[in-house]
């Protein structure tokens, strides 16, 4: 599942609260990376099973966030 967004900066606020919350620092790890759309204007985040948010959740990204691997 993931967490879509057209403010990036409420995926970036999502990863940095499950990366406060799990004990991840910028040396170990972080929880996900943002997938940006091509479009440039949606993006994307793992949703993490023991955190929620107030964002569109979708089950799966479809075949248009990566048309590189097509």
């Given at each position: 599942m993931y967490?879509?967004?057209t403010?990036?900066?409420e995926l970036v606020a999502y990863n940095e609260a499950v990366n406060t919350g799990e004990g991840y620092?910028?040396?170990t790890?972080?929880?996900a990376e943002i997938i940006e759309h091509?479009?440039?204007k949606d993006f994307?985040?793992?949703k993490h099973p023991s955190y929620e948010a107030?964002?569109?959740l979708a089950e799966s990204l479809g075949d248009d966030w990566f048309?590189?691997?097509l």
């Open positions: 967490y879509t967004s403010n990036r900066e620092t910028e040396t790890t972080e929880w091509p479009n440039g994307a985040i793992l107030e964002l569109t048309p590189d691997s």
